[in-house]
């Protein structure tokens, strides 16, 4: 079973640029979170989607981040304008049961962005 | 705020056993407690779930109190390929059923 990709894995950019990263999940979950690790800290959840709809996006900074999943499928996270603090992993998890809760979650191996 | 609560690091030996206790004061009644393994530059990996009591699996136990206030991971001789930052994974339900990840503790095994 193929696990959740991510793209790119690396990302350098100047402050008040914007970016963007892309995660494919497991096939066949339809639960994707989109979480940001700053170096020494736990995940801290940005995003969650149920399908293509949002079930939890109380912690993302909505004047410059944005998600979707469109089809359901894989999902875009976009940050524009980047700013220094941005800096951080940019993990992708997906999970098959459609309930909600606290779910097994499978990682992918995330992006690290680097804002300069 | 609830929060979660970790010890920052530990130090062990090969062979020996290591517990990490992981506090929740406010967990969802229907939620799980999951833990989860990181070594650098991966994304976090499934070790163990549990609601209550105890329950184990082939790299390691989870022990659950019956207030469900704590949980305590339990590895078993563990090895240098153990040395990662581990995590605990609730549900706040004063937050909505928010996920809340630990802050993370950093295991040592040392040969």
């Known amino acids: 079973e193929a696990g959740v990709a991510q793209s790119p894995r690396y990302k350098i950019i100047e402050k008040r640029q914007s970016v963007a990263f892309w995660c494919n999940p497991i096939?066949?979950?339809?639960?994707l979170y989109w979480y940001q690790q700053i170096l020494g800290q736990g995940p801290k959840l940005l995003i969650q989607?149920?399908?293509?709809?949002?079930?939890?996006d109380s912690q993302l900074p909505k004047d410059r981040f944005s998600a979707e999943r469109l089809k359901g499928v894989d999902s875009t996270l976009k940050i524009q304008p980047a700013k220094l603090e941005d800096s951080a992993v940019y993990l992708c998890?997906?999970?098959?049961?459609?309930?909600?809760?606290?779910?097994?979650?499978?990682f992918g191996p995330g992006t690290r962005l680097l804002v300069l | 705020l609830a929060k979660t609560t970790q010890p920052i690091s530990m130090d062990s030996y090969e062979g020996q056993e290591v517990n990490i206790t992981c506090s929740h004061n406010?967990?969802?009644?229907?939620?799980?407690i999951t833990w989860y393994q990181q070594f650098p530059s991966q994304g976090p990996r499934f070790i163990i779930q549990?609601?209550?009591t105890k329950v184990t699996n082939e790299v390691a136990s989870l022990f659950i109190p019956a207030d469900r206030k704590s949980s305590t991971l339990s590895l078993p001789r563990v090895s240098l390929s153990d040395t990662a930052v581990y995590y605990c994974l609730v549900a706040v339900y004063n937050q909505g059923g928010k996920l809340i990840f630990g802050q993370g503790t950093e295991l040592s095994v040392k040969p």
């Open positions: 989607f149920q399908n293509n709809g949002v079930v939890d």
């Open positions: 406010n967990i969802a009644t229907n939620d799980y």
């Open positions: 549990g609601y209550k």
């Open positions: 096939s066949g979950h339809a639960t």
């Open positions: 998890a997906s999970s098959s049961r459609r309930t909600g809760g606290t779910e097994t979650q499978y």
